[in-house]
């Protein structure tokens, strides 16, 4: 499991200013829920001296992306538009006493969605500063302004780094030798060298011991017994069916079967389940169990 500090806990268990502001005159939206986080940013702001008085937000996304956007929205309250854009993603990492290198990402959505809000607010397109061609990571839409940007801004040396703050390299992994490429090229920029077998940055020191089978699959049932009451009243449940390698194979069942949010709900367990094991896992329907196993076989 990755460490997190009291104030990440505290923002995802007591989630602060979340829902969207009445009222609102500034919306900032970003991120995708096929992507795994996605993040809409409400707010409030004076329109005779632009200053934000209320600020809401609603995350789809794991524990570490809602306490990020929660502690956003208390930072930002009360500031003038101009100053709420000097927050920068690490402000937002610090406010909660730092995130684990993998969760880096989280802040960064924050930070897009704030400067999407006052764009907004202000009349203008905002744009991720994609460019014809620029598209470096397929699999989550990150361009090559954005990891340089990054490798910037936070002094990231490896692959491993740009992935944990931006999540480009974090699926298929084709796109690594063009984030190399990045990396020297701004590293050169500093008047470093690009070491490709570099530690990244604030990497753990205390190896973890990878799960047995057994403690996999208790940690998995812990995790969607805690899900059951809030499902369960809504008229749905989960029960889990079967354990293999990385992938967990579900049974939605009551409402939640065959329901038109049934996916999303399943993202969601996913993205808690990831949460608490420290690891990567697939969640899937036990229905495409022999689907699965015949591809499998063959």
């Not at 997190?4 to 989630?15: C, G």
């Not at 203008?124 to 014809?132: C, F, M, R, V, Y």
């Not at 060298?193 to 998995?220: H, S, Y």
């Amino acid at each position: 499991m990755w460490d997190y500090s009291e104030k990440v806990k505290d923002h995802f268990f007591n989630p602060k200013n979340a829902g969207a502001v009445a009222g609102a005159n500034a919306i900032g939206e970003v991120g995708s829920i096929s992507c795994g986080d996605a993040l809409r940013l409400t707010l409030k702001v004076n329109e005779e001296s632009e200053v934000i008085e209320d600020a809401g937000f609603q995350t789809f996304g794991c524990g570490s992306a809602i306490a990020s956007s929660s502690v956003l929205t208390e930072i930002i309250k009360g500031m003038t538009l101009d100053d709420a854009l000097k927050v920068s993603n690490q402000d937002i990492a610090n406010e909660l006493d730092g995130l684990p290198p993998e969760k880096m990402h989280c802040s960064v959505m924050g930070r897009e969605a704030l400067q999407a809000a006052v764009a907004n607010y202000r009349g203008e397109e905002w744009k991720d500063d994609h460019e014809e061609g620029a598209l470096i990571c397929k699999c989550f839409a990150i361009d090559a302004v954005m990891i340089e940007e990054m490798v910037w801004a936070n002094k990231l040396r490896t692959v491993e780094d740009v992935t944990n703050f931006t999540k480009a390299g974090g699926g298929c992994a084709a796109c690594h030798e063009d984030i190399e490429g990045i990396l020297e090229r701004v590293l050169k920029e500093r008047g470093e060298n690009f070491d490709p077998n570099a530690a990244p940055i604030e990497a753990v020191v205390m190896e973890k011991k990878p799960l047995t089978n057994l403690q996999r699959i208790k940690k998995i049932e812990e995790v969607l017994e805690s899900l059951r009451p809030q499902l369960m009243a809504d008229g749905g449940d989960v029960e889990l069916v079967e354990v293999v390698d990385n992938t967990a194979y579900v049974n939605m069942t009551g409402a939640c079967n065959g329901c038109q949010m049934a996916a999303m709900t399943i993202a969601g367990i996913q993205q808690r389940l990831m949460e608490v094991l420290g690891e990567f896992i697939r969640v899937i329907p036990a229905s495409q169990m022999p689907k699965v196993a015949v591809a499998a076989g063959g």
